[in-house]
């Protein structure tokens, strides 16, 4: 069993930044590929960026490159995603997961295990 836990939410002003934390539990956290989604009020939740069990591949959906940055830091269990230039429809709670089994960093919503998410609302 794997628990993932989100922070790092919060209300910004466009064009501001916010950097997402997402801690996970167990001994074996190098062993995940990790994902970031988010998922807006009224729309499917969607793929944000995910990144390899070493760090050295990462995935951005288009919506985001060039803004955002996944990073993991394997001694402390913790993945990151660093959001700067915020728009308003970057508003939504966003969800890390975990994938145990793939080899390539997976951009649908297969993953293993989810967190509960954190809230970011970005206003106007």
């Not at 807006?40 to 070493?54: D, L, T």
């Not at 985001?64 to 993991?72: D, E, L, P, Q």
């Not at 967190?115 to 609302?121: E, R």
Request: a positive charge; glycine letters at 12%; hydrophobic letters at 30%.
């Amino acid at each position: 069993q794997v628990q993932l836990v989100e922070s790092g939410g919060g209300l910004v002003q466009a064009g501001g930044s916010l950097r997402l934390s997402c801690a996970a539990s167990g001994r074996t956290f190098m062993s995940y590929i990790m994902g970031w989604f988010r998922q807006a009020p009224g729309k499917e939740r969607e793929f944000v960026a995910g990144i390899s069990r070493r760090g050295g591949s990462t995935a951005y959906a288009d919506s985001v490159k060039g803004r955002f940055t996944i990073s993991r830091d394997n001694a402390k269990n913790t993945v990151y995603l660093e959001m700067n230039t915020l728009k308003p429809e970057d508003t939504a709670v966003y969800y890390c997961a975990a994938d145990l089994t793939r080899r390539t960093v997976p951009t649908d919503q297969g993953y293993d295990y989810w967190g509960q998410g954190t809230q970011v609302t970005v206003s106007s």
